[in-house]
Nanobody, 126 residues
Framework: QLQLVESGGGLVQPGGSLRLSCVASGDMFEYHVIAWFRQAPGKEREAVCRISSSGRATDYADSVKGRFTISRDNAKNTIYLQMNNLKPEDTAVYYC???????????????????WGHGTQVTVSS
């Protein structure tokens, strides 16, 4: 399993941008699928996006399509989440998650991942 540490969260005004990072330690990072999830107060954790091990394939939740971009740098064992045009409803704790294999049709399920970070808080407010 990988160890994952997120960073980059903070307070931003609506319409603003943030870039989250997730640094992984452990073996074979380049063979893992990585996803971002988020959990807002009083709500269940939900999938935001995922990226394949090669970085060539991505998926996004409808709520963030066109605003968020996931990318990875396998040389740095790092995943990025660029978030633009942020909205108050994007306020949540953001988690990265990893797995050696994830079915394409199950990328949004928490049970597909066996490594999790501790999260970073993103607050969108004026």
């Amino acid at each position: 399993q990988l160890q994952l540490v997120e960073s980059g969260g903070g307070l931003v005004q609506p319409g603003g941008s943030l870039r989250l990072s997730c640094v992984a330690s452990g073996d074979m990072f380049e063979y893992h699928v990585i996803a971002w999830f988020r959990q807002a107060p009083g709500k269940e954790r939900e999938a935001v996006c995922r990226i394949s091990s090669s970085g060539r394939a991505t998926d996004y939740a409808d709520s963030v399509k066109g605003r968020f971009t996931i990318s990875r740098d396998n040389a740095k064992n790092t995943i990025y989440l660029q978030m633009n045009n942020l909205k108050p409803e994007d306020t949540a704790v953001y988690y990265c998650a990893a797995s050696g294999f994830v079915s394409t049709d199950r990328w949004h399920q928490q049970t597909s991942y066996n490594s999790w970070g501790h999260g970073t808080q993103v607050t969108v407010s004026s």
